[in-house]
């Protein structure tokens, strides 16, 4: 649309300019008198033509002519098409104008106007606009969330915000309809939910303690190095003799962290190059019963990361791998971390930071993606209780916190009793 200004002494000159430079087709937007101080001193006027339209297209005028007449300008003298013409309101009026057409009063198009507004060809574009507006309306008639209960669908938003996976909300708040549950109309009880979801997880892991070599893996920053310390607290508790081993020898201060644990704990450390260190005889030593052993981190940037890990685990035989994943992990960033852990075909998911997180749905979905069991939950720093196990009930309570009607609180890591340390022997490799 092409807009101008215009300025003259009086209306009807302000209109001349409207029409000499606009044609007869031109829109009054605006028309009012210009004043300085106390004095009047002329009309601004501001019309537009629509990019559309071609000037003078149409010798009738409508709008332009009904101002005319209201401010006393002659009609143009070529013939008019018959119809309504839109008058706009407000318009001021000149000095000779009769004062019953100072307000002229803005009307209705006419029925022709959308026709005459279009381009060349514009009947077609109409009618491709109306088809996609009937194909919008069904869409939105046949969409299966319409069709859920508007408190099924509150539900949904719900376990969306405690970021619960969108598919499996959908198909749960789908299940429910199905089944005519509806939570609130329960008194906002969960218990269907907790009922649905529950089947879905893995079952719990076996004994873990009966494992003599743990491999601790995750990403950069997902907490391995406290999980293996964590792990070895776990087996002092249970009256093991645990040895700490770091093969994170790609970070300058990779071993540091955990050689300091395990001077906390009292328990062997040491540091592992080749897996052939360990094979050769390191486990015969000491007469620990398990060795809890930490990993080079996992990451994109570095595609073989794993093969470290590989390595060892192929030249010791059977172990256990736990795969480390962060509470505080956004759902996305879980999948990604689950998919880096999966040539090292992990046996379980330890999550950590869970005392750091207001939400467990990513937790959920990890756990439900994975198919993996939950070997234990970290929170707080405290070696010694950091670690607990988890049951499948407590993950489900965890995941629906928020959604209106959870009674969950959130994960709290008792302080168990510390059994008597045994003594270890301090391990050293093999020499040779």
Not at 56 to 70: G, I, M, N
Not at 118 to 145: I, K, W
Not at 284 to 294: E, K, P
Not at 372 to 386: E, M, N, Y
Request: aromatic share 4%; hydrophobic share 45%; charged share 25%.
């Amino acid at each position: 649309m092409k807009i101008q200004r215009f300025e003259a002494t009086d209306m009807p000159a302000a209109l001349r300019e409207v029409r000499r430079a606009l044609g007869a087709e031109a829109v009054i937007l605006e028309a009012r008198q210009r004043r300085r101080g106390d004095a009047r001193s002329g009309v601004l006027v501001l019309a537009a033509l629509d990019r559309h339209l071609e000037a003078p297209a149409s010798p009738s005028a409508p709008r332009l002519q009904a101002l005319a007449r209201a401010a006393g300008e002659p009609p143009p003298t070529r013939a008019h098409r018959p119809g309504p013409a839109p008058r706009l309101a407000n318009a001021p009026r000149a000095a000779n104008a009769p004062r019953a057409a100072a307000a002229p009063r803005l009307v209705e198009a006419p029925p022709d106007f959308a026709a005459r507004a279009l381009p060349a060809g514009g009947g077609a574009e109409l009618e491709r606009l109306r088809e996609r507006v009937r194909l919008l309306e069904q869409l939105v008639c046949s969409d299966p969330f319409s069709r859920l209960p508007e408190t099924l669908r509150d539900l949904y938003q719900e376990l969306a915000a405690a970021e619960i996976d969108a598919h499996l909300a959908f198909a749960l708040v789908s299940r429910l309809a199905e089944e005519g549950l509806d939570p609130a109309r329960e008194g906002s009880n969960l218990e269907p939910l907790r009922r649905l979801l529950l089947p879905l997880l893995p079952d719990p892991p076996g004994d873990a303690g009966e494992a003599r070599i743990h491999f601790v893996a995750g990403a950069p920053g997902a907490g391995k190095t406290s999980v293996a310390a964590a792990l070895a607290a776990r087996a002092l508790r249970r009256g093991l003799a645990p040895g700490l081993v770091s093969i994170d020898i790609f970070r300058a201060a990779g071993p540091a962290a955990l050689e300091s644990s395990a001077r906390i704990l009292g328990v062997p450390f040491a540091i592992a190059y080749e897996p052939e260190e360990l094979a050769a005889g390191g486990f015969a030593l000491a007469g620990c019963d398990c060795w809890l052993i930490d990993t080079p981190a996992l990451t994109r940037a570095e595609p073989g990361s794993g093969e470290q890990i590989l390595r060892f685990r192929e030249a010791l035989g059977a172990a256990r791998t736990h795969l480390v994943l962060p509470a505080t992990a956004k759902p996305r960033d879980l999948v990604a971390m689950l998919e880096l852990g999966a040539p090292l075909d992990p046996d379980g998911l330890v999550f950590t930071h869970a005392d750091e997180t207001a939400t467990f749905g990513g937790m959920l979905g990890a756990v439900l993606k994975s198919r993996l069991p939950v070997a234990g939950v970290t929170a707080g720093r405290d070696l010694l209780s950091a670690l607990r196990e988890v049951t499948n009930e407590e993950i489900v309570d965890w995941a629906l916190r928020g959604v209106k009607g959870s009674v969950a609180s959130a994960p709290r890591i008792a302080e168990p009793a510390v059994a008597a340390r045994p003594r270890v022997v301090p391990f050293r490799p093999a020499a040779g």
